[in-house]
Nanobody, 130 residues
Framework: QVQLVESGGGVVQAGGSLRLSCAAS????????MAWFRQAPEKEREFVAA????????NYGDAMKGRFIISRDIAKNMVYLKMSNLNPEDSAVYYC???????????????????????WGQGTQVTVSS
């Protein structure tokens, strides 16, 4: 089992920045992809960004490109999401997820599919005020 714990959420004004953290523990492996998803009330879970543990290859949801940066710290088993130029539409619960599936590691397009991630954190709330 892998445990994921998010932190760093909160309330921020529009135009501001926030950094989310995800701590991974348990039976962690270097052969995984880590991702951030978000879900606003009455909306479907949305892909935010993903990063491969090996190589650090990243990809982003279209609405996040140029504003969000995903990174990882291998020594600390941490994944981060730096969010800039936030707007009220970014308000949501943000979830950290991990997948060891080969198709997720191999095909960039599969990394945006929430159903392919086996492990999830409990989420952290981000609220952007206008």
């Amino acid at each position: 089992q892998v445990q994921l714990v998010e932190s760093g959420g909160g309330v921020v004004q529009a135009g501001g920045s926030l950094r989310l953290s995800c701590a991974a523990s348990g039976r962690t492996s270097s052969n995984v992809a880590m991702a951030w998803f978000r879900q606003a009330p009455e909306k479907e879970r949305e892909f935010v960004a993903a990063i491969t543990w090996n190589g650090g290859y990243t990809n982003y949801g279209d609405a996040m490109k140029g504003r969000f940066i995903i990174s990882r710290d291998i020594a600390k088993n941490m994944v981060y999401l730096k969010m800039s130029n936030l707007n009220p539409e970014d308000s949501a619960v943000y979830y950290c997820a991990a997948s060891g599936r080969s198709e997720v590691l191999t095909f960039v397009g599969r990394r945006s599919r929430a159903a392919l991630y086996e492990y999830w954190g409990q989420g952290t709330q981000v609220t952007v005020s206008s």
